[in-house]
């Protein structure tokens, strides 16, 4: 259960938030109960939105992003973005399950996107405190300067999503991701 109200709604949401909602649901056809939970803090909701929707113009291939949302949501513990990311990395990445595997602990089978990866990894853990040598590994796989911001952006980004569940108690409204064995 929530720790704070979910509005049932868009209508229920309040009046700032129900545009923003109302795209999120003309994108995704449904509103998730993140943004729902988002959307008592309009500002925050916007800031979200805005910040999801720039990165999602850059470079990283949504292969890569989910790659990188999905190991950042397993450092960071949270069922919910686990859930969700695990459910787009299957149906709209099409990532196979072996993938979403090894994505959750922190690499991936094809090797760019494994820099990515454990890169990400790499600031969770070390708190943005990381070594020139893992930069230039992100380098030497290939991405270009602004990739390796854009890499941390999805750091920030799923990180602020991951807070965001944990602490509100999001109710997890994708199918739940299985426990690691």
Same mark, same amino acid.
């Given at each position: ?38 959307? @008592? ?10 910040? @999801? ?6 470079? &990283? ?14 450092? @960071?513990?949270?069922? %919910? ?5 695990? %459910? &787009? ?53 290939? %991405? ?13 980004? @799923?990180?602020?999503?991951? %807070? ?18």
């Amino acid at each position: 259960m929530s720790r704070i109200s979910t509005p049932s709604s868009i209508e229920a949401a309040p009046q700032e938030s129900r545009a923003s909602l109302q795209a999120v649901k003309s994108q995704l056809g449904s509103v998730p109960n993140l943004f729902r939970i988002v959307a @008592n803090s309009p500002q925050t909701l916007e800031g979200y939105l805005g910040l @999801n929707g720039a990165l999602g113009k850059g470079t &990283l291939p949504a292969a890569t992003r989910e790659r990188i949302a999905l190991a950042v949501a397993e450092l @960071n513990g949270c069922n %919910y973005c686990l859930s969700a990311h695990t %459910y &787009l990395a299957s149906n709209l990445a099409k990532l196979s399950e072996d993938e979403i595997v090894k994505n959750r602990k922190g690499s991936s089978e094809d090797a760019k996107a494994a820099v990515a990866v454990e890169f990400a990894v790499a600031v969770v853990k070390n708190r943005g405190q990381v070594s020139d040598a893992a930069v230039q590994a992100v380098r030497d796989a290939g %991405y270009s300067d602004a990739e390796l911001v854009e890499i941390v952006g999805h750091v920030a980004l @799923n990180t602020l999503t991951n %807070y965001m569940n944990e602490v509100l108690g999001t109710e997890v409204d994708f199918p739940a991701a299985k426990e690691l064995a």
